[in-house]
Structures are given as structure tokens and as C-alpha cells.
């Protein structure tokens, strides 16, 4: 059932708010060892479930998700509860405000079940940097789930919610998405309010769904979406009715097949079926025509020079004083902060605060934080053009299926090439979503990337949801 299709149900009486909870923790509890959650609400949830159920018989007013479960990344503050970033320099932090997305689903009568499981900060690709440990895969619990949202995707794809909010910088959502089975949609920057989002990169981080359907992901991004004027970077752009546009026919679309996107390093499958769904489209209707996109080999470089350079700004914030965790033993302040982020911070978002710091340095800064931005101009510009003689790009997500557990993680940079699919969209500011595009004979599943131009999400839910229909 759509999430359209489950509020109705609720709302005619036949489906109770109570039960859909109760039927969510247990899918937790049975689901316990994949490490999906940090936090689980369950006592509010029911309690909220209660009250909803007493409304919808009471013949009370209810908002458009009253009925529907989310789970959110533990990046996203919901007030009155910890917002742990799954770092030890926050576990103890508890969110005095909600971030904008909650206040609006809150506003929508949505019900949290819990915070979800993620790399701290939301640095990485796995979901393995968490001070709680990795997020599993449901499909093989001995591979990895993707990151850094994994906790949000594991969240969906086991029915402990709906939907789910993840975070996104680089693939964060697309990548784990990727990895479980799910769609996941990366909104254009400025699209969706970042406020109450812990920052990581700031002008990449964007907040986004997961879910079963593009008909969910287009009615959840309807009630996110829009300007904030808490969030400076949030566009004053109107916001479609997603949900009403999804139906429009793709016939005439104009889709390109970015040819270093399918070049060494893909694996063979999953080339087969992306261009094998690209051909279906044709056949749809649609126009599909090879491009190529030379600046796509500098996009890793740049995002990460880039990323841990907005990074180790974002994060110097957590010193001991303001926020989280203090060091219990320092002679003076200099050793309190040092001994604070030390024991605070995990491996990999130390690695990242140095680099970054490195790149910005003063000898350093011209060679490579100036330079990986002008490159990132180039990168837009080139996707800009694209996109002004296509409507969408096709791609893969992942060059391959969720590796496994421990496989990569004393291996940053192979690490880092896994999001070379994705950190394009971050860089360029567009929007991008993957949608499951079949099961590879290992039996893993993976995704298909459509990427389009700024505020055209509606182009990728019709272009998703015809894909749906094709498998
Ligand atoms: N894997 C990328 C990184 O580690 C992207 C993470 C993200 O999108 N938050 O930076």
C-alpha cells in the first residue's frame, strides 16, 4: 500500500493507528542485530497512535500523514530528544528544537518511531563509522547497508516505518538505497530546509526521503519541501503538487546516457540492466541519446577537498564547551579541547577535520581548496549544459552491490570511490534519485540514478515511477 493509500484506510477506520505502531516495533525488535536505530520511541509512538485513533473516530480534523511512520537520521533534531550524529561527542545531546522537515510532518500528524543508525556525521559509505557500531544488510547480514543514512534505509526497507528521512552530501541516501532495494531522492539544494540538520558539508548537506515508491517520495517531498526562512540557503522556489504530476507521460522526454558513467570499474550486471531499462524508456517513448561528461573524473577529487574542507569548519564547534561530551581530565583549556575531540571524535572524522584543515591551510589553500573549487565550477557548468539538452540523465548508483562488512573500511580511498556516481549531484546542486532497478545474481539488489536539473524533481518521479512499471 502507498502512503496515500494506508492514511486513507486509517481515516475510513479499517486500519488502526495503534496496530500499523505495534506492527512497526515488532519489525524492530525482530530486525535487532542490523543495528538500524540509535533510539526507538516506542512508548511516545503508541501514545501518539492512541490519540490519532481517538481523533479519526471522534471525526476529528487530521493532517496528511496522520496514520504514516517515519524513522530519522540521527542528524536530524526533534526536540526533546538526543541527537547523537552517532558520535560520542554528541551521545549525550539532547535537541532543544525541532528541525524544520519534523516540525512539518509533526504538523502532518506523521509519528516517529525512532533515530536511526548512520557514519558519525554522516562521513562515509557504509554506515560502519557509527559509535554504535555497523548497520547491517537485511538482505545479507554480513554486508554492509551503504551510508551514511544506512540506519534510515535498513529502517524502510525491514517495515519498521513508511518512509524515513536520511541526509545526503555526497550519496548518502542514493548510495544506501542503492544497496537495500529502496528509492531514495537527493532534493536540488535549497529544495528542502536544512535547519535543525547537523551540518556537515554545508553547501552540499540536503535532507531527503526513503521510501517503497515514487508516489510516496513525491507526496513526502510535497510536505518538506519549500522556503524556510530559518534556512538562508532554502529556495523561494513554489513547490509542485509532486503527487498530482507523477502520472504525466514520459513520451518525448529527452534522456541522456553519460558514457563515463558506464565505463571500468561498473560491474558488468549492473551496466546490463541500466541500459537495458534505458532501452525500455526508448521504447516508452522516450529519447535516448549517449553524452559524454569529461569533467565526471574530477568530481572524487574535488568533493573531497571540498567536503572535509566545510567540514572541519562545521565541526569545530564541538570543543567540550558548547555541545556533548567533555574530557573528564585536562590541566588547562587547550588540553581540555584537545583531549575532548580526541576521545569524542571516531577515526574517520578525525581523518577528515585534518584533512580539511590541510586543505585550507595557508600554503596549501590556493593548491588545492581553490582549485577544487574552480573545478567544481566545471563540473556545473558541464552538467548545466547537459541538462539543458536533456530532461534527465540515466545512470548507475553504485559501481557494484553492497560489499561486505569490514571489506573497505581500512581503505578510505576505495571507500571514497564508491560515491562516484553520486557526489556530481551534490557538487552541481541538482536533484538526483535512485530507484531499484533489479537483483543481481548474487542476490543483492541495486539501483538506477536519474539525475535532473534544479527544482525538476517532478521529472524524476514520473521518469521513476515508469520504471517501476517496466520491471
Ligand atoms: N560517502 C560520502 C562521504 O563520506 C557521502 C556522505 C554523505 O552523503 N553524507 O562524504
Known sequence: MSIKDIHESVLQGSVSVTERVRQALVAIKENKHLNAFTQIYAEEALQQAESLDQKITGKQKVGKLAGIIFAIKDNINIKNHRTTCASKILNNFVAPFDATVIERLKAQDAIFIGKTNMDEFAMGSSSENSFYGPVKNPVDSERVAGGS??????AVAIGACDAALGSETGGSIRQPASFTGLLGLKPTYGRVSRY?????ASSLDQIGPFAKTPED??????VIAGLDPKDSTSADEPVPDYPALIDKPIKGMKIGLPQEYFAEGLDPEIKQSVLSLADQLKAAGAEVQTVSLPMTKYAIAAYYIIATAEASSNLARYDGVRYGY?????????????????????EEVKRRILLGTYVLSAGYYDAYYKKAMQVRRLIQNEMMDALKEFDALITPTTPTTAFKLG?????????????????????????????????????????????????????????????????
Open 407 to 471: 571489506e573497505k573500511i581500512e581503505d578510505p580511498l576505495t571507500m571514497y570511490l564508491m560515491d562516484i556516481y553520486t557526489v556530481t549531484a551534490n557538487l552541481a546542486g541538482i536533484c538526483a534519485l535512485n530507484v531499484p532497478a533489479g537483483q543481481h545474481s548474487n542476490g543483492l539488489p541495486f539501483g538506477l540514478q536519474i539525475m535532473s536539473g534544479a527544482f525538476k524533481e517532478e521529472i524524476l518521479f514520473r521518469l521513476a515511477r515508469q520504471i517501476m512499471q517496466l520491471k
Open 149 to 154: 543514512s544506512g540506519g534510515s534505509a535498513v
Open 196 to 200: 535543525g540538520l547537523v551540518a556537515y
Open 326 to 346: 567533555r574530557a573528564a581530565h585536562a590541566e588547562d583549556l587547550n588540553e581540555m579541547y584537545q583531549n575532548t575531540r580526541s576521545e569524542g571524535f571516531g
Open 217 to 222: 517520495l513525491a507526496y513526502i517531498l510535497q
